[in-house]
């Protein structure tokens, strides 16, 4: 397993526990030492998440919030303008994901809240590390995004249909 699979699956416990899950809890569970699990932790709060850490384990905080999953398709050069204007109406870009027809689905998590993350994100794109992940789907791709409600997902929808990214409600 690796580091990132590991926080993945760290995420996932914590986000589906009734009750604070132990830091020895984890540690045990994924065979390494609790000084791994603090970095882990550490790492997932530099992804966005709201992480708490209490006498009886970590919580994850979540706001309440409402999310869309939307289709979308456009190129390269309109990926700033795409995630900017969702930012802009207060939506978070959760992830990406694709269908491959051969691959089948495949997702990477974003975690895109602001214009300043955002920009992050597109100068590692253009610096050539990677490619977009639409890009072995001529640009066809999905998004899932959050936000503090429905009428802010439904301006968001509106806003991707008016620049002709939106492909279709899913």
Do not use: C, W
Not at 3 to 18: Q, V, Y
Not at 54 to 78: M, P, W
Not at 140 to 159: G, K, P, R
């Amino acid at each position: 397993m690796t580091g990132a699979e590991r926080r993945d699956a760290i995420l996932n416990r914590i986000k589906n526990s009734e009750k604070p899950v132990a830091g020895r809890s984890l540690a045990e569970a994924y065979d390494v030492s609790r000084q791994v699990i603090v970095q882990d932790i550490a790492l997932i709060r530099a992804a966005g998440y709201d992480i708490i850490s209490t006498n009886r384990g970590y919580i994850l905080s979540e706001a309440s919030s409402v999310s869309r999953i939307f289709k979308v398709r456009h190129t390269d050069e309109q990926l700033e303008e795409e995630l900017y204007s969702i930012v802009d109406l207060g939506g978070t870009v959760r992830n990406v994901m694709v269908n491959h027809k051969v691959y089948g689905q495949m997702e990477a998590p974003l975690n895109i809240t602001s214009r300043r993350k955002a920009a992050e994100f597109i100068a590692d794109i253009r610096s050539g590390k990677s490619s977009p992940l639409k890009n072995i789907t001529s640009d066809y791709h999905y998004h899932t995004v959050d936000a503090d409600s429905e009428e802010t997902l439904d301006m968001i929808e509106e806003m991707l249909a008016e620049k002709g990214f939106l492909v279709n409600k899913v």
